[in-house]
């Protein structure tokens, strides 16, 4: 039994293995790998599907040159949206509930972000520290101002993604318990506890999905 509501987002260890791993590892290995069939099973046709419109969708608001971005956006959205799923199953551990991973993904694609627009187009790149018809006074403080915020992104990446799954785990955690707890004393409220727990538990698997779109999302733009 649990002591505390936030141990369940303690990386789980079995004979001194950190299962993190394991939990890092299932996604790959759960998307079947695509044939070169002409016909597919419906698996496969449905995953080469999703992928297309994801990466059609993703790639609207950018230009030619950063449509060679989509092979690895693509697949980071998948990895996102594995993991985010397979944590809501019983008896799991959800990996991006660890600011930590998260922080890791979010930077080196935000650092990679930024030294790539430097190095092509240095002057558009500096130019978004200074919006156009600033007034002289304010110069010197606006550029603190957007540098801050420049440096400011890759933490909110990382913590909007860990406090949406972390607030729903719990919420799921809290009404689960009230509901096993009102089920011998208050049958009636317990059902309707029941029910709030399922359309809740429908509602973070659309909040675990839609976090890892606008994850990727904020990325690559």
Do not use: C
Request: glycine share 4%.
């Amino acid at each position: 039994m649990m002591t505390n509501l936030f141990d369940q987002f303690m990386s789980p260890t079995y004979l001194g293995i950190p299962l993190i791993v394991l939990a890092l590892g299932l996604p790959w290995i759960l998307w079947p790998s695509p044939s070169s069939r002409w016909l597919n099973n419906r698996l496969i046709t449905l995953q080469s599907w999703f992928l297309n419109r994801f990466t059609q969708q993703l790639l609207l608001p950018i230009n030619t040159g950063g449509h060679k971005w989509a092979l690895i956006l693509a697949s980071l959205m998948a990895f996102l949206l594995s993991m985010n799923l397979l944590g809501l199953l019983p008896y799991t551990f959800t990996p991006t509930t660890q600011l930590s991973l998260n922080m890791g993904l979010a930077v080196p694609f935000w650092l990679a972000t930024v030294i790539i627009g430097m190095r092509n187009q240095p002057t558009a790149a500096l130019g978004h520290l200074l919006p156009e018809g600033t007034p002289t006074p304010l110069i010197p403080v606006l550029i603190v101002i957007e540098t801050i915020s420049l440096f400011i992104r890759p933490l909110a990446l990382g913590v909007r993604l860990t406090a949406n799954l972390t607030a729903g785990h719990l919420l799921i955690q809290l009404i689960a318990t009230a509901a096993f707890t009102l089920m011998t004393t208050m049958t009636t409220v317990a059902l309707l506890t029941t029910s709030v727990l399922f359309l809740l538990t429908l509602l973070e698997n659309a909040v675990a999905m839609i976090q890892a779109y606008v994850f990727v999302l904020l990325l690559s733009l």
